[in-house]
């Protein structure tokens, strides 16, 4: 239960990584990412997609570029994701005390 969690969060990881990316250095290409990151070209190929089918990257000839709604996106981020951590820290179930 958990392990699908975490891979959905590195995965998440992966994708914000590359969408940093675009946006310090558009327009980039695949395979600059894919050394710079370390990501095999698949992977990275697969964030792209992620991030265009969510109009936040759009293919140009020079490589991937920003869209009008990567800012608004970015802005909004950190609160969305402190919400989530907010959320699994409810979740925790603390341990129970010790019997002596």
């Known amino acids: 239960m958990i392990d699908r969690l975490e891979k959905e969060v590195d995965m998440l990881e992966r994708h914000l990584q590359v969408l940093r990316m675009v946006?310090?250095?558009?327009?980039i290409g695949i395979v600059k990412m894919s050394n710079e990151t370390g990501y095999p070209?698949?992977?990275?190929?697969?964030?792209l997609r992620v991030l265009e089918e969510e109009n936040l990257?759009?293919?140009?000839s020079?490589?991937?570029?920003?869209?009008?709604?990567?800012d608004e996106f970015v802005a909004e981020l950190d609160g969305k994701v402190d919400h989530i951590v907010?959320?699994?820290?409810?979740m925790k179930?603390?341990?129970a005390p010790e019997v002596e």
């Open 93 to 95: 179930i603390e341990s």
């Open 62 to 70: 020079q490589g991937a570029i920003t869209t009008e709604d990567t």
């Open 86 to 90: 907010d959320k699994l820290d409810g």
């Open 41 to 47: 070209h698949h992977k990275v190929r697969y964030s």
């Open 57 to 60: 990257i759009e293919p140009s």
């Open 23 to 27: 946006i310090e250095n558009e327009p």
